[in-house]
Each structure stands twice: as C-alpha cells, then as structure tokens.
C-alpha cells in the first residue's frame, strides 16, 4: 500500500512539471508570435483599437457606417491614399462612386449656366456617379475642411482659359459644404474674379487669360466667325503677370484657344500667322504658338512669383466631338466612361499634350520656383460622357451656341480634380515640414 501512494506520488508530481513546461512553452510561443506579428492581439486590444478608429467591434454594429469616416475621409491609412508619395496618380480609372455628387446647382451658386446641365434638363445622371480612381493606391474624396485649413492665410489663382475657369467653380461648389465665399471682386467683369473666405483667410482668383501671353482683338468676326488675334508671343499678359507676386499657389492651364485664329509676334514683328489671310505671311500651326505661350508664361513665374510660391501646370483636356468638329455638327452624347484600354490620346491632342510636357520639363530645370504637374490628360480623357453637349441652354433658346463637348457639367467629372489637387497640396505642405 505504501509502495502504491508512492508511485502515486511520484506520477502526480510528474504530470505536474509536464504541465508546468507545456504551459511555459506555450507562452513562450505566444509571447514570439506577439512580437513578430503586431496584429495578433488580444481582444481588449483589438476593442481598444476599434474604439480610436471608430470601427465598430460588435456584431449590432457590423453592419453601420461611422459618420465621422463620411465626412472626414483623410483619416484613411496614407500609404492607401497615396499619401506616401509612391503612387503615380495620374495612371488609372473611373470607378462607380455612388456617394456623388457632393452638391448640385440648388446648392451652389457659383455654376456657370453653361456649365449647368441639371438645370438645363440633361435627362441621364450616371455621369455623376464616378470617381478617378489610381492604380495601386486610392485618392482621397475631396474633403472641404481639410482643404481649406491646408491653406489657411494662403492665396491661390487659377490662371488660363474658361476650362480653368470650370475648375475654379468646381472647386468653389466642393468647398461650399464648408464656406461660403464672400465676392471681393475688384470689377464686375467676371473674367477676372476674387474670392474670399473669411473664416479661414483663404483668397481664391481667377484670371482669364485664354493664351498666356498678351494679345488683342484684331477683328471681331473673321473667317470663322470666332475672331481674329494678335498674339505677342515673348510678351507677358501683365493682367495677371503683374499680380502673381502676391499668391502662394497658382494653378495654369490653356489649350483650345490656341486653335482660333491668329496672327503671331516676336520681337516686335510679324512672324507668321494661322489662316489669318494677311499677304506675305506664313503659315505656321497651332503648335507653334501653343509652345511659345507655355514658354513665355512660365518663365514670368520663374521671374515674378515669391521665393516659396508653387506653380501647378494642369495638362490639357481634350474635347470629345463625335461626328464632326463643334462646327461641323460634332456632338458629345455618351454615356458612361472609357476604359483606359478604350481610347488612346492622338493627333493635335497627343501633340499639345507633349509640348505641355517639355515646356514643363524645361522651366522645372531652371530651377528657380517650384513647379508641379498635374497630368489628368488621361483622367479627362477617359470622361466623353461629362460634356454639356446641348445642355448649356433651353432647348427654344435664341442662342448661336454650339454643342459643347469641351467643357464639364457641374456638378461633374472636373469635380475629381478636386481630389487631384487636395493631395498635391498635401504633399507639398507634408514635404515643407
């Protein structure tokens, strides 16, 4: 019997160091997989940290969406945004967004009544359902709050013809869910506009500006009915050129305009002219002119800007006339995006294009001011079904208008660039700090 609780004894004491070593094993090994996986955690960790990101860790909740992830969208990861300055994003698609729009022409006043195909009875609205969307990252929804503190005290203008016009009023509409600008406007010509938001000390302009360099009317009507222009090609347009001093962040763009007829000057004299029908003066195309005026208006930014201003060039964005040019009967009635496999940028578009590229290149190697790209030739590209068209206007109108396939319904695809430039003036102000 003795013999018996002794063996006994001797089993119970060596089942308890069996036990005693598996547990510490496995501590061990949970203590390993701790530290080379953060993400294995314990569920009060895992509640905690649902808890500061506002994700729901019940199953009641599963189901619901945080409002503040709605109306704060730059609380997203920013290697996902393409925050991290790795992602081009400029490559990529539109994708179905059925969060938009983010205003409409009820809720914004600052929509050109051209550009306000809501109004005008555009019958479809898928156009307003997509969003650019870069491959390998997200870009953030354009958040109205974010923006304006980003430039808070800071003042900004957009530069160019009446497609940068579009974009400063799309911007105005995106920013309106926030602020209401104040018009401070020195004139009541509205092709040069002020803005200013008071809560925020932010100043917004725009100056028109179609060629970016100086020009002058030469004749009202001309052979096409669109007039005819000198165009002073190594001159600066000192409408804006006298002012850009002052801003923090000019945005320049120009393209359509360079088609029209014209007569071009350098150095004080005629050197060639597009269609104008003056005798002994040559030929030259829209390329010509197009090259020079980029040239000519980004090195007054390189002489006349601040130390610390940053200019942003917007590349071109075609037009989309199907069946003729906008004086042929060319009309835009698509209805949904390309596919980036679906179309392919050519012709005088892919060489405007180009020379917006070199002349870029070219003013960023002097290397006196900062100067971006915003390349959304692709994005725009791929948007033939976010045109106006004959939505500018009622249809019995006493209008001399054209189908309009060049400019953008508001609310419309020109709001993603609203995205576009939050994120370069993140990155801008994320690398001066």
């Not at 926030?178 to 406007?185: G, K, L, R, V």
């Not at 906008?326 to 679906?342: A, H, I, K, L, Y």
């Amino acid at each position: 019997m003795a013999l018996f609780s002794s063996k006994k004894g001797r089993h119970k004491n060596q089942l308890r160091s069996i036990v005693i070593l598996s547990t510490a094993i496995l501590l061990i090994v949970v203590t390993l997989l701790h530290r080379n996986h953060p993400s294995i955690q314990d569920h009060s960790s895992v509640s905690s940290l649902n808890s500061a990101a506002n994700i729901p860790s019940t199953a009641g909740d599963a189901g619901k969406t945080d409002d503040r992830a709605l109306n704060h969208p730059a609380e997203m990861d920013n290697k996902k945004n393409g925050d991290d300055g790795k992602c081009d994003i400029f490559t990529g698609e539109w994708i179905p967004n059925p969060e938009a729009p983010y205003y409409t022409n009820m809720t914004c006043f600052e929509i050109h009544e051209h550009q306000n195909c809501m109004k005008y009875g555009r019958p479809d609205t898928d156009y307003l359902k997509w969003r650019w969307k870069p491959n390998g990252c997200d870009l953030q929804v354009f958040d109205p709050h974010q923006f304006l503190d980003l430039l808070r005290g800071k003042k900004l203008a957009f530069v160019g013809d009446s497609v940068g016009r579009n974009q400063m009023q799309s911007l105005i509409c995106l920013l309106s869910r926030a602020e209401y600008p104040m018009d401070i406007s020195p004139t009541a010509d509205y092709q040069f506009k002020r803005y200013k938001y008071r809560k925020h000390n932010f100043t917004l302009s725009y100056y028109w500006s179609p060629f970016l360099v100086r020009y002058t009317e030469r004749d009202s009507d001309g052979p096409s009915h669109t007039g005819v222009f000198n165009l002073y090609l190594d001159e600066f347009d000192d409408k804006w050129t006298s002012e850009i001093g002052k801003f923090d962040y000019v945005v320049l763009n120009a393209g359509h305009w360079f088609r029209r007829i014209a007569v071009y000057h350098e150095n004080g004299g005629i050197v060639g002219c597009r269609y104008c029908g003056l005798p002994n003066v040559s030929f030259l195309p829209e390329t010509y002119p197009y090259r020079l005026g980029f040239r000519t208006a980004l090195r007054a930014l390189n002489q006349l800007q601040k130390p610390d201003a940053v200019t942003i060039l917007r590349t071109f964005a075609p037009p989309h006339f199907e069946g003729g040019d906008w004086n042929e009967g060319g009309n835009c009635v698509r209805q949904r995006p390309f596919r980036s496999d679906e179309t392919r940028l050519d012709g005088m578009n892919l060489e405007m294009y180009k020379i917006q590229l070199e002349e870029f290149r070219g003013a960023e190697k002097e290397g006196k001011k900062k100067m971006r790209l915003m390349d959304t030739t692709l994005a725009m590209q791929l948007r033939p079904d976010g045109h106006p068209s004959r939505y500018g206007h009622w249809p019995n109108a006493n209008v001399s208008l054209y189908n309009d396939c060049v400019h953008w319904c508001l609310p419309g695809p020109i709001d993603s660039l609203g995205d576009v430039l939050l994120h370069m003036l993140k990155m801008e102000v994320g690398n001066a700090t």
